[in-house]
């Protein structure tokens, strides 16, 4: 069973733009995780956020976590035609394994 | 380091053949992870191993799904007799300590088509 739900399923922006994936889950967590895929390709790790942080940056990238809301957002500011891929958070629900959301898919046009 | 490496990167078969998926993980990693990736289900953990031991393979589907780790370079996904349903894309994945503080870093897939 999938532990994250992201929202919105497919995201269409232009380039310059910011972009806002959430991620939902339902058990409790010791860290949550962010990956992107591109198509046909595998997934790359973005960025980790631990349970006891509230918001980590990364380049253009910056992630929240509310977990007395059991969410997380990841904003990429000025979005480039490059950024174009599906979004995935994953979380641990307190085992040694992740379990990875339905993810985002990111349009961004040129 | 040349990241996960896993072969074939593409596999048609007929229905009722047997299937073998490689993957070498990162030198160094002790943990390896099997995913699978349909429209339908998502990605999903089929099983992980730590330091060639396999820990749990809740997520394999059924019999007809093995998977070894005969070494620290080396793991082998099977399936006997492959079915229509097997269809997917399948990643190996492998990290420096527990998947769920680390960083996973994953290989390129294995498209199956069973037809």
């Known amino acids: 069973s999938q532990q994250g739900e992201e929202d919105p399923q497919a995201l269409s922006i232009q380039e310059g733009e910011n972009a806002t994936m959430n991620c939902s889950y339902k058990t409790s967590i010791n860290n949550l995780q962010w990956y992107r895929q591109n198509s046909g390709r595998g997934l790359v790790h973005l960025i980790l956020?631990?349970?006891?942080?509230r918001e980590k940056h990364s380049g253009r990238l910056r992630v929240t976590l509310d977990t007395s809301k059991k969410s997380s957002s990841l904003l990429i500011t000025a979005s480039r035609a490059a950024d174009t891929a599906s979004y995935f958070c994953?979380?641990?629900?307190?085992?040694?394994?992740?379990?990875f959301g339905t993810g985002t898919r990111l349009q961004v046009f040129p | 380091d040349a990241g996960v490496i896993q072969s074939p990167r593409h596999e048609v078969t007929e229905m009722g053949q047997e299937v073998t998926l490689r993957c070498k993980p990162i030198s160094g990693h002790d943990y390896l992870f099997w995913y699978r990736q349909t429209m339908m289900r998502g990605l999903e953990l089929l099983i992980y191993f730590n330091n060639n031991v396999p820990i749990d393979d809740s997520g394999m589907p059924e019999d007809r799904f093995s998977a070894k780790m005969p070494n620290a370079s080396f793991s082998t996904l099977k399936i006997q007799p492959s079915e229509p349903r097997d269809s997917a894309v399948y990643f190996c994945?492998?990290?420096?300590?527990?998947?769920?503080?680390?960083?996973?870093?994953f290989g390129p897939g294995t498209r199956l088509t069973v037809l």
């Open positions: 956020i631990r349970s006891n942080e």
């Open positions: 994945a492998s990290s420096q300590g527990t998947g769920a503080y680390n960083e996973q870093f």
């Open positions: 994953a979380t641990d629900g307190n085992t040694d394994k992740l379990i």
